[in-house]
């Protein structure tokens, strides 16, 4: 959410304007980081204290999806699918949902115990943040692109992907 910060800021101080252009350099950069974190069936490595959060864990690379700014070798279907792949690796799992419909704590399914003392039911929904890619037009190549694997998805396929590289 830095990147938002920034754009908010650098409004009322130019001071903050000279931080924009690294800061996305390093957004970008991990969004294709995360975006090779999707394995093949939807799953990712459940790291960190924030696991409830569930697939709010990328909010960054739905971000960059919806800047339009994902970095070279991404293409907007090829994230939305997998995005797509996370939501229904996660969000169908029995248990997820109360017989209400809401959010249950948990990462996949209802598993209270990974939550930290200060997580609530509404702090599930930062998941949400996720959907930000539901801001673009149907038009979008997002949406517009017919379904594209992802990178590991690709690699453990057999195909052929451009080898990963921070620099250069």
């Known amino acids: 959410m830095l990147l938002n910060i920034l754009d908010t800021i650098s409004k009322s101080s130019s001071a903050w304007e000279s931080h924009r252009a690294p ?49 070279e070798g991404l293409v907007p279907a090829q994230v939305r699918s997998a995005l797509t792949a996370v939501m229904h690796r996660m969000m169908e799992v029995l248990g997820t949902f109360d017989d209400k419909g809401w959010l249950r704590l948990g990462f996949c399914g209802h598993q209270p115990s990974i939550a930290e003392p200060y997580i609530s039911t509404g702090s599930c929904y930062l998941c949400a943040a996720a959907w930000l890619p539901l801001g ?33």
């Open 23 to 71: 800061m996305l350099e390093r957004a970008r950069r991990y969004a294709a980081i995360q975006e090779r974190l999707i394995a093949p069936d939807g799953s990712f490595p459940p790291l960190g204290r924030s696991l409830s959060y569930r697939i709010g864990v990328f909010h960054l690379l739905a971000d960059i999806l919806l800047r339009r700014q994902l970095p």
């Open 136 to 168: 673009l037009p149907a038009t979008d190549p997002c949406w517009a692109q017919q379904a594209t694997p992802w990178t590991a998805k690709k690699i453990w396929e057999g195909r052929q992907v451009k080898i990963d590289h921070a620099f250069g």
